[in-house]
């Protein structure tokens, strides 16, 4: 599996939907998780990479990590581990 | 129904060893908040705390003690001591039956919680001191000022997070008004600056690496700190009768559940239970001068208060006061409420109030009096006390000046 589908599974797991629901399109708001699901979700994709989010829940606009969507998760976390193995 | 007055308070936090210390700290608006000085810090991404240093446990207490007193617990009878002490009061007979200790803690003795942890899980350890159990468990401070002070009525301790000692006090409150006591030892206590502590906080993502800035656009999180305050709450004719000298007088009381979120705070939930100690305290509105806020730093608790406080006082919201004394000491979490009672009480009787530091840029939706940074010395006759904890549980406490 590459980033892409490990990220979507991982949001799709907390979302409490099948895989093919979560399009890269859709916001956290869309799939209904909360600022609880969020936070959750950032821990599972640093324990399914072994990677530090930079994540702070106060401010989630002015991280560097983007959660506008699906999407911008995915590239996000592409990037973190592009990063890693650098 | 009985009046009540406070005939003594004392403490122990970041800020200082005693209230005089910790007074002077607030109105001069001293930071606590430093770099951490725990085992395994290097493996925390959250370094700074509110923490009590240079604190020697064996210039209070000795060996037998140390070995049954968690820190928590200690920090809790250094500052009954002091309260106790100012009050003047000694304890036997019917005083003593008719008196109590209710106290707030969220975490009780997590230093011995984690650094036993450590010793079976990480070191390998199969046997532990015997006292564990008697020194880690929530109850263990109150245990120890009854036992200390020979107070044998109502006593028990309360749990609800970042609420718990105004909780507490709202109960000792009660239980005086209500006859039930003629003098409760009251107040809470924390120590949560431990590995475990710490990063289980880290977890959730609220903590801020650098600094604590309630109502301040730029705020980016909370800051834990750490200590104790305890109060001694007297029924006002006992107080009178003997000649003590009274601090302030508690005059009212209300508490409310959110009933939504287990972390996300709610306007109405908070709006409730202001609005209720205000009716509670048969004052107006308008008599409310000061408000000591929850003000935690974090953008959820801050937006949600100043609306709370925004919808409950309307246009009076303008003219009163609200400060968070945590940029200063920290978020002691249970004990917190207590040692923000100091800063109610400092209001009340020296006219200063105790500032919000580390703030830096308005924000628009804390569009209030924060009395930003330094300490202001103002008329107030009437204050409350806000906090709101994790789970929707809310407890807010009104004072009188007297």
């Known amino acids: 599996m590459n980033v892409k589908d490990r990220v979507t599974r991982i949001i799709a797991e907390q979302a409490v939907m099948d895989v093919a629901e979560v399009t890269p399109d859709k916001t956290l708001d869309d799939l209904g998780i909360d600022s609880l699901g969020l936070v959750e979700s950032i821990f599972a994709i640093e324990e399914e990479f072994d990677i530090q989010v930079p994540f702070n829940a106060n401010n989630p606009e002015d991280s560097d990590f983007d959660i506008s969507s699906v999407a911008a998760i995915i590239a996000a976390v592409e990037g973190l581990v592009a990063q890693q193995s650098a | ?402």
């Open chain 2, 1 to 402: 129904m009985k009046r009540v007055v406070i005939t003594g308070q004392g403490t122990v936090n970041a800020l200082g060893g005693t209230v005089p210390e910790t007074l002077e700290a607030m109105r001069e608006g001293r930071c606590g908040i430093g770099p951490l000085d725990i085992r395994d810090v290097d493996r925390l991404a959250i370094r700074i705390g509110g923490q009590v240093l240079g604190y020697d446990p064996e210039a209070h207490f000795n060996r037998q003690q140390i070995a049954l007193y968690d820190r928590f617990t200690q920090f809790t009878l250094i500052a009954a001591a002091e309260a106790i002490g100012q009050s003047g009061l000694s304890f036997a007979g019917d005083l003593a039956a008719q008196s109590g200790v209710v106290l707030g803690t969220a975490g009780g003795g997590m230093q011995t919680s984690d650094e036993n942890y450590r010793s079976v899980y990480e070191d390998g350890k199969n046997r532990v001191h015997p006292f564990v159990v008697p020194k880690l468990m929530n109850n263990a401070a109150c245990s120890h000022v009854c036992m200390n002070y020979n107070l044998k009525g109502p006593s028990f301790t309360v749990a609800t997070a970042c609420a718990s000692s105004n909780h507490a006090m709202g109960q000792a409150f009660h239980m005086i008004r209500g006859g039930a006591a003629t003098v409760m030892v009251t107040g809470g206590s924390e120590s949560m600056l431990c590995f475990g502590g710490v990063k289980a906080w880290e977890g959730l993502r609220v903590m801020s690496r650098d600094a604590c800035r309630p109502f301040s656009a730029n705020r980016n999180g909370m800051v834990q700190g750490e200590g104790a305050a305890i109060f001694v709450f007297e029924e006002y004719e006992h107080a009178r009768a003997r000649g003590a000298e009274i601090l302030a007088e508690v005059i009212g009381f209300a508490m409310t559940s959110d009933a939504a979120d287990i972390v996300m705070p709610s306007k109405q939930g908070a709006a409730r239970a202001i609005k209720g100690a205000v009716q509670d305290a048969r004052v107006s509105l308008s008599d409310v001068g000061y408000i000591n806020a929850h003000g935690t730093g974090t953008a959820a608790n801050d937006k949600t208060e100043c609306a709370a406080v925004a919808d409950v006082f309307g246009p009076h919201a303008d003219s009163l006061m609200i400060s968070s004394t945590k940029s200063m000491h920290g978020h002691v979490i249970g004990g917190t409420g207590a040692i923000e009672l100091l800063a109610c009480i400092m209001a009340l009787r020296d006219g200063v109030i105790a500032p919000t530091i580390g703030y830096e840029e308005p924000d628009p939706e804390c569009a209030l009096d924060v009395v930003p940074n330094t300490a202001r010395e103002a008329d107030v006759s009437v204050v409350l006390s806000n906090a709101f904890a994790f789970g929707g549980l809310n407890a807010v406490l009104a004072l009188r000046r007297i």
